[in-house]
């Protein structure tokens, strides 16, 4: 027997990284419908603020969050905020990411360092905080975006690509 996607969602209380754009954005607009508490994280206040906004309009509550994921003491108190505002903690979309070149002739270090505190620190941060509260409740549901470079790197991107096999083999 299929579970329908709003008997799966509906009153879930769910954490959404990166969130202020791209996939993150999306999947609020998408799961907004379902009557769901939406914990709204990312860098970009006034872009959360924007989503939220839209978000309104539904049948659910958007609660919005500025953190950066690369820092982990910001992710533990966003996830604690999230889960005190919305009374549990169902389910974390662990979505934040960035790219960058790094090939060699124009590799920054900045830029290599910002991808992986991103898109795997972040991550991991993220999925810990989360996990600590699903552990107590003895419940939730972790889901990690991925990408196609973790099955075969993209040219120029070998950071990206390396952190995305790293996020595969983590939440594996």
């Known amino acids: 027997m299929a579970i329908s996607p709003d ?14 754009s791209g996939i993150g954005w999306a999947l609020a607009e998408s799961l907004a419908p379902f009557q769901v508490k939406l914990g709204l994280l990312g860098r970009s ?84 905080a989360c996990a600590d509260i699903m552990v107590q409740q003895k419940s939730g549901v972790v889901v990690a975006i991925g990408s196609v470079a973790s099955m075969r790197g993209l040219p120029k991107h070998g950071i990206y690509s390396m952190t995305k096999i790293a996020l595969k083999h983590y939440i594996e």
């Open 7 to 20: 008997s799966f969602y509906h009153g879930k209380a769910i954490l959404i990284t990166g969130a202020s």
């Open 45 to 128: 206040a006034e872009k959360l603020q924007q989503l939220a906004e839209k978000l309104r309009y539904t049948d659910s509550e958007a609660f919005a969050i500025t953190c950066d994921v690369q820092n982990r003491q910001a992710v533990e108190r966003a996830v604690q905020e999230f889960h005190q505002q919305a009374g549990a903690l169902d389910m974390v979309w662990v979505n934040s990411g960035i790219s960058h070149s790094t090939f060699f002739p124009k590799w920054e270090w900045e830029q290599v360092e910002a991808i992986i505190k991103t898109n795997l620190m972040g991550a991991i941060y993220t999925t810990k």
